[in-house]
């Protein structure tokens, strides 16, 4: 077992390089390039935020990445989180088409597609220790903990601090070092 | 001037400068080789302590792509003169960020390299795996000239030359006083024997100076001055007894009576022995 999750982890490993080298060289590249390196990017905020323990998934629960709205990552996502753990929980990804079935979710990705209802997501999900991600790129997204923005063919991370704290959420500052760092209604 | 002519208070002070140096050498050789291999190991643990600090603070950079930050970490470096070259690779070797910003030293592509710290090439070299929770994002590689070491040493060197130096004036001082405790009975000894020498006088006696082997050296020649003088005395009064009997044997000598013949002799043992009364009888016997 602790081999083939070995395996499976050295493999997904070598992936997740190979993206990242992509999304250094990604410039205009295809939107599918772009979507892998953002997959990769919502599993490695699983390891730079801290979630109350109230909000972290019971024993053997899956640590869950959510994808509200048209997903825009394919097969990505799930291949970036196959057989990955955080604080022992498997990662599990689970899409939802409206927030009203987003329960038991630490990271949410809120799809492009759900820009008009943005702002009714965010009333839901307000106080609730879920931390919202989007790539879409709109003065709309303002209150989104973390917004993924093209910047010189790279992609930049946006963080809104006041709304993770609202959210009890706890952000590395390793994490807050390469963001731009943000108000809400800025 | 050979060892054997040379005074016995410059032999002294040679050999207790020599052994005080050779000491200090072997001491000094030993500190010296002590502290190159605790300083090189120091060295280690710095380099390594700060490698592990920019690895740290380089997991965000690796993790999110983005080499402006890498870079601003690696410029970390600058406060550690002697780190000469840095550079970070994504967990596939690609190059993400060099140190010094856009030197263009080394590969683009990490080499296969085991991580760990070493010396080689003049250098210390490091390979730092950069982990943020249990996951490897990459690797540090590091490069330290060896300056520490040899501002160390140069440190280290003129601080031992400075010692050494006072312990030998400290040493020639201190023995130049002390090497009387050792010559003075010595020279003492050799005056004593030199005037019994030169003038035959066995009435003189050397001071019996302080230390066992001395006094009895000392005590051991006095008594051969004593006994000699002893026995000088014995043989001077039997020579005075053998020139006054050949001076009565050739007085008799001369003499062909028998009355001049004992005045000849009582006169000589008057004159020569310190006799109150002497008589000679004839002693005709019977026949």
Not at chain 2, 76 to 83: L, N, T
């Given at each position: 077992m602790g081999l083939l999750r070995n395996t499976a982890a050295r493999h997904l490993w070598r992936r997740l390089a190979l993206l990242l080298i992509a999304g250094g060289l990604l410039?205009?590249?295809a939107p599918v390039s772009e979507y892998q390196l953002k997959a990769v990017f919502l599993f490695n905020f699983a390891q730079f935020v801290e979630w109350p323990p109230a909000a972290l998934p019971l024993e053997n629960a899956p640590f869950v990445i959510g994808v509200l709205g048209?997903?825009?990552?394919g097969a990505e996502l799930d291949e970036v989180v196959r057989g990955e753990t955080v604080n022992r929980h498997p990662l599990a990804v689970v899409r939802y088409h409206s927030v009203a079935e987003v329960r038991d979710c630490q990271i949410l990705f809120i799809a492009a597609s759900e820009l008009p209802q943005l702002e009714g997501i965010l009333t839901t999900l307000k106080g609730r220790s879920i931390l919202t991600v989007t790539d879409a790129e709109s003065p709309a997204v303002r209150g989104v903990m973390i917004a993924l923005v093209r910047q010189d063919n790279r992609i930049r991370l946006r963080i809104d601090l006041q709304a993770t704290k609202t959210s009890n959420l706890t952000i590395s500052s390793k994490l807050l070092r390469p963001a731009e760092i943000v108000a809400s209604g800025s | 001037m050979s060892a054997q002519t040379r005074p016995i208070r410059h032999t002294l002070m040679t050999v207790i400068l020599l052994t005080c140096g050779a000491v200090m050498l072997i001491t000094s050789a030993a500190f010296i080789a002590y502290e190159y291999v605790t300083f090189r190991q120091l060295m280690v643990r710095n380099v390594k302590i700060l490698g592990e600090a920019i690895a740290a603070n380089s997991t965000a950079a690796l993790a999110f792509d983005n080499p402006d930050d890498a870079r601003e970490v690696l410029a970390?470096?600058?406060?550690?003169?002697?780190?000469v070259a840095a550079r970070l690779y994504r967990s596939a070797g690609q190059l993400i960020a060099s140190y010094p910003d856009g030197a263009a030293r080394g590969s683009t592509v990490q080499p296969l390299r085991a991580d760990g710290y070493r010396f080689e090439h003049g250098l210390l070299s490091g390979v730092q795996a950069v982990v943020q929770g249990g996951r490897r994002m990459g690797t540090l590689y590091l490069e330290s000239d060896l300056g520490e070491i040899y501002e160390h040493f140069q440190l280290f060197v003129t601080i031992g030359a400075s010692i050494m130096l006072v312990c030998c004036v400290a040493a020639y001082l201190i023995s130049r006083r002390l090497q009387e405790l050792i010559s003075r009975p010595i020279l003492a000894l050799a005056t004593t024997a030199q005037r019994v020498s030169e003038h035959?006088?066995?009435?003189v006696r050397a001071t019996r100076p302080h230390g066992h082997e001395f006094g009895i050296l000392t005590d051991a020649f006095n008594h051969m001055l004593t006994r000699i003088e002893g026995d000088q005395t014995k043989l001077r009064s039997q020579l005075s007894r053998l020139d006054l009997l050949h001076r009565i044997t050739r007085a008799t000598g001369e003499r062909h009576d028998l009355p001049s013949v004992f005045r000849v002799v009582l006169h000589h043992l008057g004159d020569d022995l310190p006799l109150d009364f002497a008589c000679m009888c004839v002693y005709e016997a019977s026949p």
């Open positions: 410039g205009a590249a048209k997903d825009p990552f | 970390a470096f600058k406060a550690q003169p002697h780190i035959r006088d066995y009435s």
